[in-house]
């Protein structure tokens, strides 16, 4: 835990975060020079940092930040466009704030002079001696700039005690200002809340302050309200505009006017220098290019689409689960009706409620792509200070997991990652040695299977070394000396706390910290690890996490007199267990189903059913990961779209469940965990045949 | 008219501090020591900008912010947090309870000022 009283901490861990995020917008700039949203990201990290550090007595950083900040400044404004070069000096220049914050004593200052040089060879700007670092005062680039201004507030504001008028005031203030109030979005009076907001200004403004104020002045209400800030650029218009702009002609003339102008392309075919359907190939590519552009920005989070707080998604989610509850009731009561016109009704409702479902579930869904993106600098910088050669493949990014499971999967990501470079991945002499190529590979994937999503991290290093677990195993005492295990248990003890094969403590891994955090994370999400590893081949880390659904189709089982639901889509078949199967064995309980051998589990017997055993057993055959198992039960009911109602703190502890569910009838079925009533399953077998 | 700031800290020094910059800009303070003690002064009325932290016994500023916005009195009140929390989930948490502004801490006393002047006007 970090003291969260010394605000010199506060600040650092503040600034980390900026620099991530800092990061995160220049890797993507360089895809996408264009995107507004990443260059304000990476000014308002700059400014932060600026701002925040010289409060905290990182004068140095302050200083240095500054310069950096100007170059964004200077293309946010259209004045330079951020080429790569201009982004190779601000990741650099990011590593050295870091550095003058991590440690201002031990920073290599010739380093920093270099930055700032080659920022000032990028901008242009005529600086001067850029060692000195002195912050220059803002009101310095002030030459008087023109504003355009958009505001919007919430609808919400005025409860939440924003008083969009003072924030006018601010503005008139700053300079001078032409406000225009809109009131398109005024409700006819007897609608009008006195509480809600229904109003947007316009206000163009001549102020020598830099944007940066302007945005200051909106810094509590920018998340919620509708808020443009454009530069007014007259060179940059078409002369129309600045004519209707101005007034001197109606915005209507203009346009008519430029109807009856020829396009550049007609132009072009007239006089015979191309024909039509060149042009049309030409435009077709031109809308293609566009919408491939739109498409890359759909991928960006969150930063261009409307936010909506959690809760509300939540409310969502649970009025659906409600209405899936009710129409399932309304099903029931139609069932033994005979008529017609209502059950078609019913079937409506259903199709609709399913869909309703659907899409609820489809708003929290984030592709896993934006999470896989962060680990590219990460890699990148890993295998440089390792001096390793290692190449990043993806696949399956556009995965969709919830939103909240993608953000806990970070750390554990990152853990894994740095463990496969650090110990997984050979220097290339000895890659070469073995006879592998010099670049080492790491592989980073994501599909659906059945119930879960896989995520596996997999490396063509060196592999685990089965020796060195087993001996630091029996050394900690965790297994028997001799003890026989497979190769997939042996595995697992790398998650156990403090478990360290590492001969060396590197900066990256070694210490025995981390995996065990991997261990923690999943569980918490419900999830499962495996791993795999061939010596000299490598290693396959596969994370198993459930789709985190609100409401699933589910199996409805009945075990003695109590109703069970298990996930559909890990359902593979139901058989009839033969009478002569169900005779105890010595060993396990297995099945042969068409040539393969699948164990079950009986779960009268593990839920201590009272009532007698049906004459006829049936047999669930589920799939979990790359195993089958059966789980034999009573009666099969049939399928049921199935609201999972989280169990209470009380019963936080029976793995076995995984929730509850409200059946049409008005009763409450439990939500079998597969995954953990299987381990669960494999414990408890062997201890009864003991006994 | 002086405006009255009720300000919400466990911490007395703190509160101390609070206190000593709003009421040097003209402004009259009421402290109260956790979220409960706050709603009860609320209640009392005359309250024209409410200042909390967020982490305190009994009842917690995101508590509190949710109890005053249920109150009529309260809808258009300017409420301002103090956070020392990096982690924006909190920050957001609490503006969806209907905060208006924060302060990031620690802060200076001109910051303090300058918030306060901005959700409370001149």
């Given at each position: ?463 685990l070394n089965r020796d060195r677990i087993r001996a630091k195993a029996e050394e900690q005492e965790l297994i028997q000396p001799g003890a026989r295990l497979s190769d997939a248990d042996l595995f697992q003890l790398i998650?156990q706390?403090?478990f360290?094969t ?184 062997p ?5 | ?122």
């Amino acid at each position: 835990m970090t003291d969260s009283n010394d605000p010199t901490q506060t600040f650092r861990e503040e600034a980390a975060e900026l620099l991530a995020d800092l990061e995160t917008a220049l890797l993507s700039l360089e895809e996408r020079p264009d995107d507004r949203d990443l260059l304000d990201t990476a000014f308002r990290a700059l400014h932060t940092l600026k701002g925040s550090g010289a409060m905290f007595g990182f004068g140095a950083m302050a200083a240095f930040t500054h310069h950096l900040e100007n170059a964004f400044d200077q293309v946010r404004r259209g004045l330079m466009a951020p080429n790569s070069a201009l982004i190779d000096v601000a990741l650099a220049s990011k590593d050295h704030i870091r550095g003058l914050i991590e440690h201002p004593d031990r920073v290599n200052k010739e380093e920093g002079a270099r930055l700032l040089d080659l920022m000032a060879k990028q901008t242009g700007a005529a600086s001067g001696p850029t060692g000195s670092g002195t912050v220059t005062a803002d009101k310095d680039l002030g030459t008087p700039g023109t504003w355009r201004i958009r505001f919007r507030p919430a609808p919400d504001a005025l409860e939440r005690g924003t008083n969009p008028l003072l924030l006018l005031d601010e503005l008139r203030a700053m300079g001078s200002a032409t406000v225009v109030t809109l009131t398109e979005a005024l409700p006819p009076v007897e609608e009008i809340n006195p509480n809600r907001c229904y109003l947007a200004w316009d206000i163009v403004l001549t102020t020598t302050q830099p944007r940066s104020a302007i945005e200051d002045v909106f810094i509590f209400v920018v998340d919620d309200s509708e808020l443009t800030i454009d530069p007014v650029d007259p060179e940059a218009k078409r002369i129309g505009e600045i004519l209707a702009d101005r007034g001197e002609v109606a915005a209507d003339t203009v346009t008519d006017a430029v109807g009856r102008q020829k396009k550049l392309g007609q132009l072009l075919v007239d006089d015979g220098a191309v024909t039509e359907e060149r042009i049309h190939s030409a435009l077709a590519e031109q809308a293609h290019v566009r919408n491939k552009t739109d498409a890359a920005k759909a991928v960006v989070p969150a930063s261009n689409s409307i936010r909506v707080p959690a809760e509300r998604l939540d409310d969502l989610m649970d009025q659906v689960g409600e209405l899936v509850i009710s129409h399932a009731r309304l099903k029931q009561l139609v069932a033994s009706s005979a008529d017609l016109q209502i059950k078609s009704v019913t079937e409506e409702i259903e199709r609709l409620s399913n869909g309703l479902r659907d899409t609820a579930i489809g708003i929290r869904m984030v592709p896993i792509g934006t999470l896989f993106g962060r680990f590219r600098r990460l890699v990148r910088d890993l295998s440089q200070d390792m001096a390793k050669d290692v190449s990043l493949t993806m696949s399956g990014e556009e995965t969709e997991l919830d939103k909240t499971m993608i953000e806990r999967l970070n750390d554990p990501l990152v853990h894994i990652i740095r463990n496969s470079l650090d110990h997984g991945l050979e220097k290339a002499e000895e890659r070469q040695a073995a006879g592998k190529p010099p670049q080492g590979l790491i592989h980073l994937s994501a599909r659906h299977a059945g119930t879960q999503v896989l995520i596996s991290i997999k490396d063509d290093g060196r592999g685990l070394n089965r020796d060195r677990i087993r001996a630091k195993a029996e050394e900690q005492e965790l297994i028997q000396p001799g003890a026989r295990l497979s190769d997939a248990d042996l595995f697992q003890l790398i998650f156990q706390p403090g478990f360290s094969t590492a001969k060396a403590v590197t900066s990256l891994s070694g210490r025995g910290v981390g995996m065990d955090v991997v261990k923690r994370t999943i569980d918490s999400l419900r999830g499962t690890i495996d791993v795999t590893s061939t010596p000299g081949a490598g290693t396959e880390i596969t994370l198993g996490l459930p789709l985190t659904l609100a409401i699933i189709d589910g199996l409805l089982v009945r075990v003695g007199a109590g109703r069970f639901v298990m996930p559909l889509s890990a359902v593979e078949e139901c058989v009839e267990l033969p009478v002569k199967e169900d005779v105890r064995h010595t060993g396990r309980n297995f099945l042969n189903i068409r040539g393969s051998l699948v164990p079950f589990i009986r779960l009268r017997e593990m839920f201590s059913s009272p009532l007698p055993a049906d004459p006829y057993q049936k047999v669930v055959i589920i799939s979990v990961g790359e195993r089958r198992v059966g789980l034999v039960v009573d009666q099969v009911l049939g399928d049921h779209q199935t609201v999972i109602k989280s169990l209470s703190q009380l019963h936080a502890d029976t793995k076995a469940f995984s929730g509850a569910t409200i059946l049409g009838d008005g009763s409450v079925a439990l939500i079998l965990d597969i995954g953990h009533l299987v381990a669960l399953g494999q414990t408890f077998e062997p201890r009864r045949n003991v006994s | 008219m002086t405006k009255t700031i009720l300000s919400v800290d466990d911490s007395a020094s703190m509160r101390l501090l609070v206190k000593m910059t709003l009421s040097g800009a003209g402004y009259d303070v009421v402290e109260a020591i956790d979220g409960k003690d706050a709603l009860t002064k609320a209640k009392a009325g005359g309250v024209h900008m409410v200042l909390t932290d967020l982490n305190m016994p009994n009842m917690d500023g995101l508590a509190l912010i949710r109890e005053l916005r249920c109150l009529p009195a309260y809808k258009g009140v300017p409420i301002v947090f103090l956070t020392t929390e990096s982690d924006a989930g909190k920050k957001n948490e609490a503006k969806a309870a209907g905060a208006t502004a924060w302060i990031v801490k620690p802060f200076q006393q001109d910051q303090l000022l300058g918030v306060t002047r901005k959700v409370l006007g001149p």
